[in-house]
């Protein structure tokens, strides 16, 4: 099952500007990842915040996470047209923590 | 450097037909090992994953198997492909451990007819 809900389903920017989606989940969590996949390949990790920390920077990527409202988000800053892409998060519960659950994803486009 | 290979990158098979997708991982000892499905313009849905040889745990109760022969070998099988079964189907490995980043293989795309 999807424990992840990302918002927007779809994202529409100009080169140079900043991108910014969120994800919901349900359950407690020991951490939260977000993953970008190209159109028909694999999924490429980009970042993990764990259930303790509440913001992580990563080049021009910077995700958050608020437990208490079960939210995290992911910010692209300065997006290049390589950065389109759908980006999903991933959630690893407490209960399993050998199981990631993905969201539906964002599916993002950046217009030159 | 470890490196997953998938294969084959696209498959048409008839309905109720056998199938069989394998995924490799070199480079690595004991990781865990995922099954993963995902429909068009959709999120992931966990089908198996394995953290060794012989054990594999079944998210999705449905006419798909999966196995592990060998310790970076993970099989996925089906004796008659239904219609529903078509996707894009993606293997994916960790570390051994709990909670850990996962990295994909180029996936598979399989349309049953």
Redesign the interface.
């Known amino acids: 099952s999807?424990q992840?809900e990302e918002d927007p389903q779809a994202l529409s920017i100009q080169e140079g500007e900043n991108a910014t989606m969120n994800c919901s989940y349900k359950t407690s969590i020991?951490?939260l990842?977000w993953?970008r996949q190209n159109s028909?390949?694999?999924?490429?990790?980009l970042i993990?915040i764990r259930s303790n920390e509440r913001e992580k920077h990563s080049g021009r990527l910077r995700v958050t996470l608020d437990t208490s409202k079960k939210s995290s988000s992911l910010l692209i800053t300065a997006s290049r047209a390589a950065d389109t892409a759908s980006y999903?998060c991933?959630t690893?519960p407490l209960s399993n923590?050998?199981?990631?659950?993905?969201?539906?994803?964002t599916t993002v486009t950046v217009r030159a | 450097s470890q490196t997953i290979h998938q294969w084959p990158a696209t498959l048409v098979q008839p309905v109720g037909s056998p199938l069989s997708l394998e995924c490799t991982v070199e480079g690595t000892s004991n990781p865990n090992l995922y099954w993963y499905r995902q429909a068009a313009g959709r999120g992931l849905q966990l089908l198996f994953y394995s953290v060794g040889i012989g054990q594999i745990s079944s998210e999705v109760p449905q006419n798909l198997s999966a196995s592990r022969p060998q310790d970076r070998q993970f099989i996925l099988s089906s004796k008659k492909l239904l219609l529903s079964d078509s996707g894009f189907y993606l293997c994916a490995w960790s570390v051994q451990g709990a909670g850990e980043k996962l990295f994909f293989g180029s996936g598979t795309q399989l349309s049953v007819l």
């Open positions: 999807q992840g020991n951490n990842q993953y028909g390949r694999g999924l490429v990790h993990l999903f991933a690893v923590d050998y199981k990631l659950s993905f969201g539906a994803g």
